[in-house]
Every structure is written in C-alpha cells, then in structure tokens.
C-alpha cells in the first residue's frame, strides 16, 4: 500500500485528523480536504497533503480525487442542534456535499468509498440495542441527512458501481475533539468547564445515556472497511463500543460540581449491536470508556 493515495474530506476535524495520521502511518499518501468551517488546518499532520476546498464544488471534489484507491468522506456539518436551527446550510454541505463526492470518487474510478454515517439515524426506538435492521426514525435534520448519504452510496453501489460501505458512529470521543462552541459535544463541553472551574451542564436530568466510543477504534473501523473484500455493496454498518453510560456517570466521571438546564430535542438513549462489524470487518472496540476519559483529563491537564 506504500504511496497509494487516499482521500480524506473533513481532514482537519476531529476525526478525519485522527484518521489521517492512522493511514500516513500505514504509508498511504494521504491528500486532506477541509474547508476550515469546523475543522482547524493545525489538526492536520505535516505529512499529509492538504487543501482547503469545500466539498459543495464538484470540480475541485473531481480534481482531488483522480489517481485516489480510497476515499473517506467525513466531511460534515455534524451537530444535531445545528441542523435543527440552519436546516438549509446543513442538508447543502451533508446531502449535496455528499452526492458531489459520490459523483468525483465514480468519475475517479476510486476503489471505494467509506462514508461516516451516524446513529443519529435510529432516532428513538423502543428496543436497546439499535442494530441495523432497525426501521431509520430520525429526530433531526442532521438524521436524516446521515440517512440520505447512506441511501446515495447505497444507490451508487447499485446502479453506478461504486462500491461504498456506511459506518454508523456513536458518540465518538477522543484526543482533539473540539471543546468549545455552543454545539460541542458533552465530553469535550464537560471538560472544558471543568478546567475552567465552572459548573458542568447537563441538558434535562441526565439520565439520558450514550454509547461512547474511542475515535481510535472509529479509525481503526474506517481502516478495515476500505482493505476489507467483504464490504462494497453500500452496506450499513454500526461502529459503537457496544456499552452506553448516562450523562451524569459521564459527568461525575469527569468530575466537578454539576447543574441540570432545560432539556432539547435529542433521542434518549444509544447503544450499539456492534456484531455485524465484527461478523464483516472483524472489528471490536479496545479503548474503554474509563480509559479514554482518564487519557482525556491528563491532556487538558485535570487532576482526580
């Protein structure tokens, strides 16, 4: 695989940079796109080449792409409450976005594409675990933007050949998450107020659980997913630790006085059936929650 380039959009967020460092370091030529909206050019390894374009223009999606074995398409506007406030600019970047990078990887002739899908599709169901198979029920804009995506790389499997393969990620928490913002995510908000000695907040009573998994094993999925022979025909696949905690273990775990204000529009549990990407991919989780929030701590230097 020495040399092969790659393609990684959203390179320079928090995934997509943990993700470009795992293939720089399994000698891919890894070539980042970002458009700096979400993402930061300092996330991005050195090693990597990168550009600053948007994945709304179709022409600079063709011209990243040529020569391109894979492409992993992360590039989003990710935030749930985002969507429901800009509900325009989000399915632009998540819905058209996404069907200009299908389109440039077809015309590539790129070996296939792993599309960052979202548990945000599953909504509230009435049985835990969310497995696959499941009925998509989603309660944002942003869920349902994750289920078009899925439903386009299913269709250009199908019709246009492409092959692609779906990972639907839960709560994904790790080293360069983003902390700050008023949509960041509740690892990264809890920390950041507890570092800066302030109250942590929890939206509604915080029995509200979650099924947090490492940005390590995400990458280390998305790296399986495009070696593997087994996937390729659009399928769907759940990446999730397979273990959920409340917002407020989560937040005691964190440490640091807590207040509870008003509640938002959120389903109010996940938690992965994570079989199947044992079954295709033969993939596990293998950094712990307890584990990834104590390496966590130590980078934002809090003390137990």
Not at 132 to 148: A, D, F, Q, T
Not at 202 to 224: E, P, Y
Not at 274 to 283: E, Y
Request: aromatic content about 6%; overall charge negative; hydrophobic content about 40%.
């Amino acid at each position: 695989m020495k040399n092969e380039k790659v393609v990684v959009t959203g390179g320079a967020g928090f995934i997509g940079s943990n993700l470009t460092e795992a293939l720089l370091e399994k000698g891919y030529e890894v070539h980042a796109i970002d458009n700096l909206v979400g993402g930061k050019r300092e996330n991005v390894d050195p090693r990597a080449h990168f550009y600053e374009k948007d994945i709304r223009n179709l022409e600079d999606m063709k011209e990243a792409m040529e020569g391109a074995k894979y492409v992993f398409h992360l590039a989003a506007l990710p935030r749930v409450q985002f969507s429901i406030e800009h509900p325009i600019e989000t399915n632009d970047v998540n819905v058209n976005g996404t069907l200009n990078v299908l389109k440039a990887a077809h015309d590539a002739g790129v070996s296939k594409v792993i599309f960052s899908a979202s548990s945000a599709a599953y909504g509230d169901q009435d049985v835990m675990p969310l497995h696959e198979e499941m009925p998509v029920n989603p309660k944002s804009p942003y869920g349902l933007h994750k289920c078009i995506g899925e439903m386009y790389c299913k269709l250009w499997s199908d019709v246009y050949g492409l092959p692609t393969v779906s990972l639907r990620y839960f709560n994904v928490f790790g080293p360069k998450l983003d902390p700050n913002g008023a949509y960041a995510l509740a690892v990264g908000l809890f920390l950041r107020l507890r570092k800066e000695g302030k109250p942590i907040t929890i939206t509604g009573d915080g029995t509200q659980t979650r099924d947090m998994t490492h940005v390590r094993d995400v990458v280390r999925a998305n790296i399986l997913a495009a070696e593997s022979e087994t996937v390729g025909k659009g399928e769907i696949i759940n990446i999730g630790s397979g273990k959920n905690h409340t917002i407020n273990h989560l937040a005691k775990t964190i440490g640091g006085p807590v207040e509870h204000i008003a509640p938002r529009l959120e389903p109010h549990d996940t938690l992965a059936d994570n079989s199947l990407a044992k079954q295709l991919l033969g993939w596990e989780p293998e950094v712990s929650f307890e584990e990834g929030i104590a390496e966590l701590k130590k980078i934002f230097g809090i003390a137990d």
